[in-house]
């Protein structure tokens, strides 16, 4: 995609398709958009004062027109002006995308926002997003006449401003925007491929292909590693997988040479049938994608890599199928971790924590100061929070409260669950030191519990995705969200990430 920064009046800006908006209850227009429409005769005006247009959020019209250099305007509303915030520019810039690909139109051009008060580079960042994720389909699998109508992308996409002095900005968000949101995608087709392909191993293949031009040191741990390092937690859910071993990929991106490091974990199952305590099939259907924490963390330091951030990163992705086998783990065993910590398994299904515990400590020994892991972990955070919120808890306050602040920034908002020490008892086991469920009851708060079990003294966080790191028709008709799929893998936590490693390098690895 071609993406172009210019100071230009909206009426010079050349392009099949020109996105202009207006606030809810706006009955006037003023600066750009008055002169516009000026040109164009109030053809933009008459809609506001017929009615026929109001300004609701996502509230959208259409325009041919002539004597500009577009050949289209389209008006979309943007709800209340006080309720402005980057989530709704990247939202109505989706909505143009899919309107831009709907009528074959290969250019878009839109207003900088930068009027509205709107830090230029985030707004580009915003917009380019926008369009990227908007347009996203996975395709691969579908016969080239039913693949058709999504082959249509926007070649060219302009940002117009009045002001010379936001073009470097806009530049940088845009340049911003369009790789994370590309990693984004990458990693939505990553988790949206079929566990029969997506195995530990071609994921790790797949990554390494990805990651080989970039300034990253990246190590691979097979099975015999992985037991070598004494890694009995992980290993016990891998081993029955005889098609499919697991794997532990490690990634590390030093951008701040003797500055302090950030450790990512992502849970990385590839196929979760649940093992002994066998999922029922409609819990099954979408186990393919039990890796999209993995995907997160991939997305996220491929994008640290390819922006350069000056900020240290090490992502380790623990990789397994969860199958059902004569030598699987079962119900009742007892495995030791490499912390050394002895588990009790109560569930077989309740596996992606074993991955986690010993990547946790595994990263942990190398020296972090900050630890994060990402995973769909839980069904309890569902019934929690909805599909439309990731849950976190963690053991510092600073850091989760510095991810809270990047979600609501990059539009994947987290919300806190509480970590009481009273929580603890839940995951006690008579005939180990722990067990790996605490039952029904707080689901989501004894995973991550558990889970606290190894991290040390790092400041650590952990985020439950299982509710927002895939959706359907069902989830997606009241989330309506214009830039995630309506079906498949979202890939959450991509941009939540590089947004927390963005502003952590920012604030010179110090957060307060």
């Not at 429409?37 to 009615?51: A, C, E, M, V, W």
């Not at 009528?103 to 580009?124: C, M, Q, W």
């Not at 259907?285 to 900020?311: P, Q, T, W």
């Amino acid at each position: 995609m071609n993406l172009l920064a210019t100071v230009s009046p909206l009426e010079d800006v050349k392009a099949e398709m020109l996105l202009v908006t207006v606030f809810q209850g706006e009955k006037e227009l003023t600066g750009r958009l008055a002169w516009l429409d000026r040109i164009l005769g109030g053809q933009i005006g008459r809609l506001l004062s017929t009615g026929e247009v109001r300004g609701q959020y996502k509230e959208f019209s259409t325009l041919h027109v002539t004597g500009i250099g577009a050949k289209r305007v389209l008006l979309i509303g943007l709800g209340k002006k006080e309720d402005l915030n980057l989530d709704k520019i990247r939202s109505v810039v989706a909505i143009a995308a899919r309107n831009c690909r709907r009528i074959h139109a290969k250019s878009l051009a839109v207003d900088s926002f930068t009027t509205y008060g709107i830090d230029p580079r985030e707004s580009a960042k915003a917009i380019a997003e926008g369009v990227v994720l908007g347009l996203y389909k996975f395709t691969k699998y579908m016969s080239e006449k039913t693949a058709e109508k999504y082959k249509d992308k926007i070649e060219e996409l302009t940002i117009a401003d009045s002001s010379s002095d936001n073009i470097e900005e806009l530049r940088a968000g845009f340049s911003e925007g369009y790789t994370v949101a590309c990693n984004t995608n990458f990693v939505r087709d990553l988790v949206n491929e079929p566990a029969s392909y997506m195995t530990p191993e071609m994921f790790v293949e797949t990554a390494c292909q990805k990651m080989k031009d970039l300034n990253v040191t990246i190590n691979i741990l097979d099975e015999n590693d992985i037991l070598k390092e004494g890694m009995g937690a992980f290993y016990a859910v891998g081993r029955s997988a005889n098609c499919a071993p697991p794997r532990m990929l490690e990634i590390a991106y030093e951008g701040n040479p003797n500055g302090p490091w950030v450790g990512l974990v992502g849970k990385g199952i590839t196929f979760d049938s649940g093992g002994y305590d066998l999922k029922p099939p409609s819990s099954m259907e979408r186990m393919h994608c039990d890796m999209g924490g993995a995907g997160a963390v991939l997305g996220a330091i491929k994008s640290v890599a390819e922006l350069g951030l000056k900020v240290n990163c090490r992502a380790v992705m623990p990789l397994a199928e969860n199958m059902v086998a004569g030598n699987s783990y079962k119900p009742g065993d007892i495995v030791k971790s490499l912390e050394g910590k002895t588990i009790e398994i109560i569930s077989t299904d309740a596996e992606g924590r074993l991955l986690l515990a010993d990547a946790l400590t595994w990263i942990r020994k190398k020296g972090v100061e900050y630890l994060i892991d990402i995973a769909t972990l839980t069904g309890a955070v569902v019934i929690a929070l909805g599909n439309q919120l990731s849950g976190i808890m963690g053991t510092d306050s600073v850091l989760v409260n510095a991810i809270k602040e990047s979600g609501e920034k990059c539009g994947e908002r987290v919300w806190e669950l509480p970590l009481y020490k009273e929580f603890a008892m839940q995951i006690k086991s008579d005939v180990a030191d722990l067990q790996n469920s605490g039952g029904r009851g707080a689901g989501t708060i004894t995973a991550g519990m558990f889970l606290k079990e190894f991290v040390g003294e790092a400041k650590w966080a952990h985020i439950d995705i299982a509710g927002t790191s895939t959706t359907n028709a069902s989830i997606h008709q009241y989330i309506k969200n214009p830039y995630v799929p309506k079906e498949g893998a979202t890939a959450v936590g991509v941009r939540l990430l590089y947004q927390f490693l963005a502003d952590y390098a920012k604030s010179n690895s110090k957060l307060s």
